[in-house]
């Protein structure tokens, strides 16, 4: 039975029968719909393939012609996404243009945008388009960045966190000389429209050091500025204290002053300069290092700690005219090696030893070495590190206003984990040292309600640990950080000239790399840290005693790492697996031709 038709032509008799009747349309099943897109689909991918064969095939044969641009046309506007082909029409073009006048190219490269166009409105976010949009203004020879500009706009007003935009959008500002200060109010805007917008904010962090700079070049903006970002931010965390947003742009305006390269820490001796800067460099024909013995300058050559090209400490070893300076200074009765010659000690009284460091042919900063305290034939030096964000009184008083606010709203809000983390970025921007015990016990606390990050809050609170060590050192010569539930070690350029570092029952198991810095160490403590291996244990050539009690190494062959520590004389690896493994005595034997001592034994 037919069913009778309201006024919109529609069937009254909705209900669906098995299809058999006269006069109705047979409606397909749930399974036949998944076979037929099953198929359509199949389809497709099969096209898609064979335009991509097709399309490699004449690229290997050079064939860049009309049918490879419309191959990857129709390739681009299925999936815009996939680089290759992006790159194969660049290619493309870059042949075309050989042969094309300055109107051709133009009107080439217009059709490339109105492509890119085409291929956004697909996916908004495709870096592949975005880039190749680029890439063709740069190459055109009229390009309309007003135009851009404007296509920013549409963008962003359909999706105003979408980054891949953000990004051109840089890029089109910068090409097109747009003043900073007005692309400062448009993030103002976006701002104000939307505190969740992470871009604009992000953006926002671009644009001030460059609108407002500081005058010492220490801080990433001038310090009024500084105080008027504070008190917006401030206004949009509280708006919504759950949106991270605002959060993070305050983090990083609670960032600390960055130090001015300069020589942190100095160790001299006759067979080994260690030199530490507070930043990490590379030594080069514009930026070097050189030594100043008695007035004449000694040239070395310089290796990085760590081995890469940037590195914060550098070394020098066994330099011929150091040692033949220093001998020409001594006493003629003094023996060179006795341990407790006084290395530095001539016979017009003490001899002084410069560091300096220079770049463009200036001195930036030096240092004066003095002979160690303990007699030796060291000389060493180093600068009491500080980790302090140094405000000034006005800067202070706006960020002790939002501690207080961020405790207010912690009674009202407890377990706040953006509220806790920005509370603790204050208390040390505002005085670490005093507020050093509620640090850690709003680390803690965070510890417990955001589980998922726990990796960061223990990293965060290692770092300050490490930091608040270093300021309270007394002797230059050892530093104690064992049972401090270190994950990883912060700062070891600091620790360049300390011959004893005790750093057992941490989990310092990932950090071994970081040890590299601590070219002066003589006796190292790695006990109880859950090490397994030694892979990336770095050549310590001041070495003498290793410590690797109670860890979780198993195979001999993890001695092999050590090989590049020369002078290890008393090695322990009591409470490991590999103590009762056979073979370990001549492992060593063979490894270290220095040692003598294996396990607390002599061999």
Not at 43 to 54: F, S, T
Not at 396 to 405: A, G
Request: net charge negative.
């Amino acid at each position: 039975m037919i069913g009778t038709c309201n006024e919109d032509g529609e069937g009254e008799n909705t209900k669906e029968n098995d299809g058999n009747e006269h006069g109705r349309i047979k409606l397909r099943t749930t399974e036949e719909e998944k076979a037929a897109k099953k198929k359509e689909r199949e389809r497709k991918v099969k096209l898609y393939r064979a335009g991509i064969e097709r399309l490699f095939l004449k690229r290997r044969k050079g064939e860049y012609d009309e049918e490879a641009m419309e191959i990857c046309e129709q390739l681009l506007t299925a999936n815009p996404d996939i680089y290759t082909i992006w790159n194969i029409r660049r290619e493309a073009i870059e042949t075309f243009r050989e042969n094309r006048t300055e109107d051709e190219l133009q009107s080439l490269l217009e059709g490339e945008l109105r492509l890119t166009e085409q291929c956004l409105r697909n996916n908004p976010k495709s870096y592949g388009a975005w880039h190749h949009r680029v890439w063709v203004l740069d190459n055109m020879p009229a390009p309309d960045w007003g135009r851009e500009l404007g296509l920013c706009n549409k963008y962003l007003e359909l999706d105003e966190r979408n980054f891949h935009c953000w990004d051109y959008r840089r890029v089109v500002v910068e090409r097109s000389k747009v003043p900073s200060a007005k692309e400062f109010d448009f993030s103002t805007g976006k701002i104000e429209k939307n505190f969740s917008n992470y871009s604009a904010w992000h953006y926002r962090s671009k644009l001030l050091p460059l609108i407002h700079p500081d005058p010492q070049g220490r801080r990433p903006i001038a310090e009024k500025k500084h105080e008027e970002e504070l008190e917006l931010v401030q206004s949009a965390a509280f708006t919504d204290p759950n949106d991270q947003s605002a959060w993070f742009y305050q983090r990083w305006l609670l960032g600390r002053v960055q130090p001015l390269l300069a020589l942190a820490q100095a160790y001299v001796s006759h067979n080994l300069v260690s030199v530490s800067l507070t930043h990490s460099i590379h030594l080069d024909h514009t930026t070097s290092v050189d030594l100043v013995v008695g007035g004449a300058s000694v040239p070395g050559s310089w290796r990085s700690s760590s081995g890469h090209k940037h590195s914060h400490v550098w070394v020098s070893f066994g330099n011929p005219r150091l040692l033949k300076l220093l001998i020409g200074l001594i006493h003629k009765t003094q023996k060179l090696f006795s341990p407790s010659v006084e290395l530095f000690q001539g016979d017009s009284g003490s001899v002084p030893v410069q560091v300096q460091l220079n770049k463009g042919g200036e001195i930036m900063h030096s240092l004066t070495t003095s002979r160690g305290e303990d007699g030796s034939s060291r000389v060493l030096v180093g600068e009491r590190p500080q980790f302090g964000a140094q405000f000034s009184v006005a800067t202070t008083s706006v960020l002790q206003e939002q501690l207080e606010s961020c405790s207010q709203l912690l009674e009202l809000e407890p377990g706040s984990k953006w509220t806790l983390l920005t509370s603790v970025l204050l208390m040390q921007a505002i005085d670490r040292h005093r507020y050093k015990v509620e640090t850690m016990r709003n680390l803690e606390e965070l510890l417990q309600v955001d589980p998922l990050r726990s990796g960061y809050y223990r990293d965060l609170e290692s770092r300050y640990i490490v930091e608040y060590a270093l300021e309270a050192a007394e002797s230059l010569y050892e530093i104690d950080l064992a049972n401090s539930n270190l994950t990883a070690l912060y700062h070891s350029h600091y620790m360049s000239i300390f011959q004893h570092v005790n750093l057992s029952s941490n989990h310092l198991a990932r950090s071994l790399p970081r040890l590299h810095a601590l070219q002066c160490c003589q006796v190292l403590t790695l006990d109880n840290n859950e090490i397994k291996s030694l892979e990336e244990f770095p050549a310590l050539v001041s070495l003498r005693t290793l410590s690797l009690r109670d860890n979780l190494i198993s195979s001999v062959t993890q001695v092999d790492h050590l090989k590049h520590c020369l002078n290890i004389g008393s090695l322990d690896v009591t409470g490991n697996p590999v103590e009762t493994e056979g073979g370990l005595t001549d492992a060593v034997r063979e490894v270290l031709l220095s040692i003598h001592t294996l396990n607390g034994k002599r061999l």
